[in-house]
């Protein structure tokens, strides 16, 4: 079965550095490959390629550049590999709050691009793993808050047992085929938009 092509948006404002990427991303067999000389509206470039991963080769990383970054990674998020000379570690510390998923400092060659983008894209994954899962906890919670909020009004307004509210909550649910935290939160709207 063939690999898949890995599209790679490069963006380098040095002509030289700019072939010397070029030249290793070829010799890893990177072949499907866009070059951008600036970093200004870098997102707009995301939204025109859509690239698999971003590469960035920057002297040391500026604030616009780190802003960039932020808002690639809150509207097109993808894995960015950082290439710098800046070993600082709050430029380190800047560049990964802002979605950076691999900082290189080492130079540019063809033994180390392969894997600084396999790292990048592996960071990648797992961190919107882990954020998929934080969501979906968050998600869970919301719903657990909306049910023992329905639960205490049912049992304060008509006077039911806690394992009454639960169950009368249920039942309402599956005759209506929906999702208990629906009928929680539909049930919560009515007694709010109710006069008292």
């Not at 200004?40 to 939204?47: H, I, K």
């Not at 950082?82 to 560049?95: E, G, M, P, R, W």
């Amino acid at each position: 079965m063939a690999e898949r092509t890995i599209r790679i948006l490069l963006v380098d404002e040095s002509e030289t550095r700019l072939r010397l990427l070029q030249a290793a991303l070829a010799d890893c067999g990177f072949t499907a490959v866009v070059c951008v000389r600036t970093t200004e509206d870098v997102l707009e470039r995301v939204y025109a390629t859509n690239p698999d991963v971003i590469l960035i080769d920057v002297e040391s990383p500026t604030r616009d550049t780190l802003e960039q970054l932020t808002l690639i990674q809150q509207h097109q998020p993808r894995p960015v590999v950082l290439f710098t000379q800046d070993q600082n570690v709050q430029s380190i510390h800047a560049a990964i709050r802002s979605g950076v998923s691999a900082y290189v400092t080492t130079g540019i060659s063809a033994a180390q691009v392969r894997p600084a983008i396999d790292v990048a894209m592996a960071t990648f994954q797992r961190f919107q793993s882990l954020r998929g899962q934080v969501a979906g906890t968050g998600a869970e919670l919301d719903s657990r808050a909306l049910v023992e909020r329905a639960k205490s009004v049912l049992m304060r307004e008509h006077q039911l047992t806690e394992e009454q509210a639960y169950h009368l909550l249920r039942r309402t649910a599956m005759n209506r085929k929906r999702k208990l935290a629906d009928v929680a939160r539909d049930f919560l709207a009515s007694t709010v938009s109710q006069p008292v």
